[in-house]
T-cell receptor, first 116, second 115 residues
Framework: AQKITQTQPGMFVQEKEAVTLDCTYD???????LFWYKQPSSGEMIFLIY??????QNATEGRYSLNFQKARKSANLVISASQLGDSAMYFC?????????????FGSGTRLLVRP | DAGITQSPRHKVTETGTPVTLRCHQT?????MYWYRQDPGHGLRLIHY???????DKGEVSDGYSVSRSKTEDFLLTLESATSSQTSVYFC??????????????FGQGTRLTVV
């Protein structure tokens, strides 16, 4: 069963508008972490934002915020004021295990294209 | 920059040949990972290591082996490459900050083509 689901293979957004990228997850562990990564066309993986399962507040990092809805098991990424440089693949990931068994499980990604 | 270097960056090899990819880090982190990235699948974990000579399998480990004889190097070997192993391979490290939810940092990737 998919543990991380990203249902939007591709999305468009107009420059300067906000966009939400969806991510749902499945785990029975009460302690987990959720991450978003950006992969531009150059190929590198860039960490954007993190949300812990016990965090009371939604995470924010500059123009990125994470809309964490624990009961719905969703961790959507919101990008405000989109820029052309935001065009990239975006991956949601969930931490499984702790310490020596720690690993990140990734979704299949969403390709975002920002239109001028 | 987390000091991760993958080599080679690109490789074309023939079916049935052995291939070794190297991940080198400069910061002595314990945790290292190998992922492969394929269209429609995101990144899938192949193997990971939590210390010298301590390794474990990920979700797509068949056909791959790893070794970690030094903290700084994590090697991924395809014993007999197949066309299904054509992919982009990423190495990642996770800093051990004493906090479980630290992010992983990725290398630049190795594009492997098996013909």
């Amino acid at each position: 069963a998919q543990k991380i689901t990203q249902t939007q293979p591709g999305m468009f957004v107009q420059e300067k508008e906000a966009v939400t990228l969806d991510c749902t997850y499945d785990t029975s562990d009460p302690s987990y972490g959720l991450f978003w990564y950006k992969q531009p066309s150059s190929g590198e993986m860039i960490f954007l934002i993190y949300q812990g399962s016990y965090d009371q507040q939604n995470a924010t990092e500059g123009r990125y915020s994470l809309n964490f809805q624990k009961a719905r098991k969703s961790a959507n990424l919101v990008i405000s004021a989109s820029q052309l440089g935001d065009s990239a693949m975006y991956f949601c990931a969930m931490r499984e295990g702790r310490d020596s068994s720690y690993k990140l499980i990734f979704g299949s990604g969403t390709r975002l294209l920002v239109r001028p | 920059d987390a000091g991760i270097t993958q080599s080679p960056r690109h490789k074309v090899t023939e079916t049935g040949t052995p291939v070794t990819l190297r991940c080198h880090q400069t910061e002595n982190h314990r945790y290292m990972y190998w992922y492969r990235q394929d269209p429609g699948h995101g990144l899938r974990l192949i193997h990971y290591s939590y210390g010298v000579k301590d390794t474990d399998k990920g979700e797509v480990s068949d056909g791959y082996s790893v070794s970690r004889s030094k903290t700084e190097d994590f090697l991924l070997t395809l014993e007999s490459a197949t066309s299904s192993q054509t992919s982009v391979y990423f190495c990642a490290i996770r800093p051990d900050r004493g906090v479980v939810n630290t992010e992983a940092f990725f290398g630049q990737g190795t594009r492997l083509t098996v013909v």
